[in-house]
Every structure is written in C-alpha cells, then in structure tokens.
C-alpha cells in the first residue's frame, strides 16, 4: 500500500512565484527526508507566504516527494485572527485520504487541523517540540492574554498527546512527565537537533591569567526568550568583579536594537559586539571555536541546538534549569533563569578556573555525541514506522468510511 503522510507544523515559509517554497531557517528539503524513509510521500501543513523575489540566504523546502499546503501567513495574535476564516477554509480543502498524520506540537494549525479534518479517530502521530508551559511562563511574553494562552496550549497538548498512537518528546523526562501519552502508545525520545560528523570537534581549553575571554551567545532576537537582556545585565557584573569579558552575540529579531541600547547605557557598547544572523554550520561554529565560554540564559527552552553544537565544539556552557537544558548539563553549570547576580557569580567562578572550564568541556563533548545523526534516525524511524502499519491496519479494517 502506497501511503503518504501529512505533516501538520507552526514554523512559516516563503514561496516564489515559481511555486517554489524556501525556508531562511530550518526544515528545508533535506530535513524532509527522515519521513521520506519510511512514508512514500511528505505533505507539509504549514503558513506559506508569497515572496515576489529570494532575500537572504534561502534554502528549498520542497522537491521530489515533497510538497505544500499553503495555510495563508500570518504572524502574531491579531493578524490571525483577520485572517482566521481563510485558514479555516485552507485546512477543509480536498485531502487524499489514504495518508497517516503527524503533528509537530505545540501548534495552533494542528488544532484547527484536527476541528476541520474529521479524523480525530484516526491513528495519529505527535512530535513534542516545545512546551508552552515554559513559552508563556511569567516573565516571557508581555500580553495581556498570556495566561489564558498558556493555560489553553498545555490543556491542548496534554489531549494531543493522550490521544496519539505514537508520541515522540523533544527530551527524555520533562515533557513525558507533563504530557504523559496514553496508555499503550508507543512513546520514544529524540531531538531535532541531529549534528554530522563535521558538527564534532574535540580541543583544549585556553585561558591566560588576565587575558580577554569571548563569551559567545546564539539565539533568537525576535522575542525575549533566550535572555539576551539578563547576560548583558550579567556581563556587566562580571567586569566590575575585576572580569575580562567580551560577549558576540549571534542572531537578529527585533530586539536588537533594545539590547543595543542596553548595553550602551551599562557602558559596555564595545563589549558586546552584535554579528547579527549567520548561516547555519561552518560560519557559526567559526565563532563557537574562537569562543571560550558559550551562555545560554534562556527563559523558556525544548531542548537547545545552539547549547548541544557548542558541546559538540568542546566548549564550556552556562544555561538556565528550564525544558530539557538540565537534561544537557549538570545541575553545577546551571542557574535559574532571569537572576542576574546568579549568573554573573557563575560566570565569574567558571572563568576563574581553568581546571574546571576543561572538565566541563570534555564532558560536555561527550554528551553532545549522544545526538549524532545515526542514533537519533533511528529512533525516529522506529517510531514513523509504527504509525504507518498503526494507519495501514486503521485504513483495512475500513478507515475510510
């Protein structure tokens, strides 16, 4: 039996007037082909926006096997709901049936993707990437509504994840604990995040009595998450502790220029060093490499790409005891999140002894080796290939109606 399966996700995409789609950031063509191991053809649910020419670096998101639904874009609470009708309208379109269903959670399109589809007894598939337990957390987005989002999101989640047959977790105990899958389901664990052979290298620490440390961060600018804010706030502390710190930060959002004018006013405008968006793979772990201690403040996290490729790096890291980061690093190289005097003191004590800045890099190489593409494939593969014989015997026993 031929069988395909449709995709349902949050992230946004790009198409040209060539019908092509293209993505700035990730799932592009080649993340597609985990599914395309097992299921005969991938069918993306997602928001595609029409661009009239390429911008930026861009990669192609479909291709053989691949294709789109395009959800009409929207970015932000009130253009959702000027455009809530007509995405209504772009999940009831015409579907093949015989395809199994996976939803990459959370996301507002699966939901409205289970209201409009009628398939709710269908077998069906969960990938938990995210917890909107820590996305609309206090202290992580400034709207009004944030509380009823974040009580609507984990009720919605939980009801995913009771209903799947299969239920994969972006880490291996938070997220289960929270969203615990039914009863018989089968359940795995795996990140998105999985690092080639090249992701890897091994190296030494390097630090000189006086001498300038770089400290490196990698993260999103567009929302208030990652902490940028409390790790300049921390930078600070660290040079008035007699500290020798500079701090590059890699990505861009619209923040930018508010942690700019943060930094200006602490008096730390040629200590931080803003390098803006840089493509992802050799560019970035150009500056991991340079770098010798990488911090990750992050408010909400699932599980960090950025923290596990600067392990990989064999660097020394410093996060926050949120999502899946303490199932990363030990709970000594960890501080709650938004505490300035606490990470200030952490850095301060890290970057004080070498001894310990080389511990932690070995050990923190060793564990990224976990996420190596070959463990990781097949973990998702087992789990793809139980929903497909899981749809396959739903579609004999007379699935379609």
Same mark, same amino acid.
């Given at each position: 039996?031929?069988?395909?399966?449709?995709?349902?996700?949050?992230?946004?995409?790009?198409?040209?007037?060539?019908?092509?789609?293209?993505?700035?950031?990730?799932?592009?063509?080649?993340?597609?082909?985990?599914?395309?191991?097992?299921?005969?053809?991938?069918?993306?649910?997602?928001?595609?926006?029409?661009?009239?020419?390429?911008?930026?670096?861009?990669?192609?998101?479909?291709?053989?096997?691949? =294709?789109?639904?395009?959800?009409?874009?929207? &970015?932000?609470?009130? #253009?959702?709901?000027?455009?809530?009708?007509?995405?209504?309208?772009?999940?009831?379109?015409?579907?093949?049936?015989?395809?199994?269903?996976?939803?990459?959670?959370?996301?507002?399109?699966?939901?409205?993707? !289970?209201?409009?589809?009628?398939?709710?007894?269908?077998?069906?598939?969960?990938? !938990? !990437?995210?917890?909107?337990?820590?996305?609309?957390?206090?202290?992580?987005?400034?709207?009004?509504?944030?509380?009823?989002?974040?009580?609507?999101?984990?009720?919605?989640?939980?009801?995913?994840?009771?209903? %799947?047959?299969?239920?994969?977790?972006?880490?291996?105990?938070?997220?289960?604990?929270?969203?615990?899958?039914?009863?018989?389901?089968?359940?795995?664990?795996?990140?998105?995040?999985?690092?080639?052979?090249?992701?890897?290298?091994?190296?030494?620490?390097?630090?000189?009595?006086?001498?300038? !440390?770089?400290?490196?961060?990698?993260?999103?600018?567009?929302?208030?998450?990652?902490?940028?804010?409390?790790?300049?706030? %921390?930078?600070?502390?660290?040079?008035?502790?007699?500290?020798?710190?500079?701090?590059?930060?890699?990505?861009?959002?619209?923040?930018?220029?508010?942690?700019?004018? #943060?930094?200006?006013?602490?008096?730390? %405008?040629? =200590?931080?060093?803003?390098?803006?968006?840089?493509?992802?793979?050799?560019?970035?772990?150009?500056? &991991?490499?340079?770098?010798?201690?990488?911090?990750?403040?992050?408010?909400?996290?699932?599980?960090?790409?950025?923290?596990?490729?600067?392990?990989? =790096?064999?660097?020394?890291?410093?996060?926050?005891?949120?999502?899946?980061?303490?199932?990363?690093?030990?709970?000594?190289?960890?501080?709650?999140?938004?505490?300035?005097?606490?990470?200030?003191?952490?850095?301060?004590?890290?970057?004080?002894?070498?001894?310990?800045?080389?511990?932690?890099?070995?050990?923190?190489?060793?564990?990224?080796?976990?996420?190596?593409?070959?463990?990781?494939?097949?973990?998702?593969?087992?789990?793809?290939?139980?929903?497909?014989?899981?749809?396959?015997?739903?579609?004999? #026993?007379?699935?379609?109606?």
């Amino acid at each position: 039996m031929s069988l395909s399966v449709q995709i349902v996700l949050e992230m946004r995409f790009m198409a040209t007037p060539d019908g092509k789609v293209w993505t700035q950031t990730t799932c592009a063509y080649d993340f597609w082909q985990r599914y395309l191991e097992v299921f005969d053809e991938v069918r993306v649910v997602a928001r595609v926006g029409a661009i009239a020419r390429l911008t930026g670096d861009c990669l192609r998101a479909d291709g053989p096997g691949v =294709r789109f639904l395009h959800v009409p874009h929207y &970015l932000g609470l009130k #253009q959702f709901v000027r455009k809530y009708v007509h995405i209504r309208r772009a999940l009831r379109s015409p579907v093949d049936r015989l395809q199994a269903t996976l939803y990459r959670i959370p996301s507002v399109l699966a939901e409205m993707s !289970v209201w409009s589809s009628g398939r709710e007894s269908a077998p069906v598939g969960v990938e !938990v !990437v995210g917890d909107p337990a820590d996305v609309f957390a206090p202290g992580t987005l400034r709207h009004p509504l944030r509380p009823l989002l974040r009580a609507y999101f984990t009720h919605h989640l939980k009801r995913f994840c009771r209903a %799947a047959e299969a239920v994969a977790y972006v880490n291996e105990s938070v997220l289960r604990r929270r969203y615990p899958p039914k009863a018989g389901a089968f359940v795995t664990s795996y990140s998105s995040v999985e690092l080639p052979a090249e992701a890897f290298r091994r190296q030494a620490v390097s630090i000189r009595p006086n001498a300038e !440390v770089r400290i490196t961060f990698v993260g999103s600018l567009a929302q208030r998450y990652k902490g940028a804010d409390v790790l300049i706030a %921390a930078l600070g502390k660290c040079i008035e502790a007699g500290g020798n710190p500079r701090l590059r930060i890699i990505g861009d959002g619209r923040h930018k220029d508010r942690l700019r004018l #943060q930094a200006q006013q602490l008096g730390l %405008a040629d =200590r931080v060093i803003f390098l803006g968006h840089l493509p992802a793979g050799e560019a970035v772990r150009r500056e &991991l490499d340079a770098g010798d201690l990488f911090v990750l403040p992050a408010r909400t996290e699932g599980l960090p790409r950025a923290v596990i490729e600067a392990m990989a =790096r064999c660097k020394p890291c410093i996060a926050t005891t949120v999502g899946g980061i303490p199932e990363l690093l030990p709970a000594e190289d960890l501080v709650a999140p938004d505490d300035v005097d606490a990470l200030a003191a952490k850095m301060v004590q890290v970057l004080r002894d070498p001894a310990r800045m080389q511990a932690m890099a070995d050990r923190n190489y060793l564990k990224a080796r976990e996420y190596r593409k070959e463990v990781l494939d097949a973990r998702r593969k087992a789990l793809y290939a139980h929903l497909r014989l899981r749809t396959e015997a739903w579609l004999r #026993q007379g699935g379609l109606g």
